[in-house]
């Protein structure tokens, strides 16, 4: 069955450093979106992204962030200058379309700042 | 935005009891959306249920579109359904989004 990955699984980095974070969605997905979680806290969305741009994005996503898809295959999350707050859990989604379609989630990828 | 509650926040059982665990959201939905996060952090999708009621296995699933509600049924509980089961749902005001509750804590005790 089809799956989403995430690179890496965890990643640990110092205040102040760029990260990015990899996705690949299912293949035939159309839409693709991160989420975040701090510890102990509840799921968040972050971004969506259709049609080579941004579709929708929260308050959480803000200049420091960014997203792209690089060639056909990868989806990718940016973080500037990473801040100790910024450690959390990042989840990459993708589904079929824009309504009614399941969201496939990946494994994430633990972000630690240091 | 949408609002979603979970309830109870925490559960535990001894092994082999049955639950009940419920989502009530504040606005329709085109979409809602169980997943159970494991040990390691994954989510794990459990039911894709805008409306309707779904089984898979020991666990089902119903929702009431209608009066904004969705229920998750475990029965004979094993250790290995502890972790946290969130309710997620996409509004049919807020783009594609999914908005989480804050997630059931389920312990399974042997």
């Known amino acids: 069955e089809p799956e989403v990955t995430q690179t890496p699984s965890h990643q640990v980095t110092q205040m102040g450093q760029e990260v990015i974070l990899r996705c690949v969605p299912i293949?035939?997905?159309?839409?693709f979106y991160w989420y975040r979680q701090i510890l102990g806290q509840k799921v968040e969305f972050l971004v969506s992204?259709?049609?080579?741009?941004?579709?929708?994005k929260s308050e959480i996503f803000d200049d420091q962030f960014s997203v792209e898809r690089p060639d056909g295959s990868n989806f990718t999350l940016k973080i500037r200058s990473t801040k100790l707050e910024d450690s959390a859990m990042y989840f990459c989604?993708?589904?079929?379309?824009?309504?009614?379609?399941?969201?496939?989630f990946g494994p994430g990828t633990r972000l630690t700042v240091t | 935005g949408i609002q979603v509650e979970q309830s109870p926040p925490d559960l535990i059982l001894q092994e082999g009891a049955n639950s009940t665990l419920r989502c009530n959201f504040s606005d329709s939905v085109n979409n809602l959306q169980w997943f159970h996060q494991n040990p390691w952090g994954q989510l794990i999708n459990l039911f894709y249920?805008?409306?309707g009621t779904k089984q898979n296995g020991r666990l089902s699933a119903t929702t009431v579109a209608t009066e904004r509600y969705s229920l998750l049924y475990i029965s004979s509980s094993q250790t290995t359904d502890s972790g946290v089961y969130f309710c997620a749902v996409e509004s049919q005001t807020s783009g594609s989004r999914l908005t989480f509750g804050e997630g059931t804590q389920l312990t399974v005790n042997p």
């Open positions: 989604a993708s589904d079929q379309g824009e309504w009614l379609y399941e969201q496939y």
């Open positions: 249920i805008p409306s």
């Open positions: 293949s035939n997905h159309l839409y």
């Open positions: 992204f259709y049609n080579n741009e941004i579709s929708e």
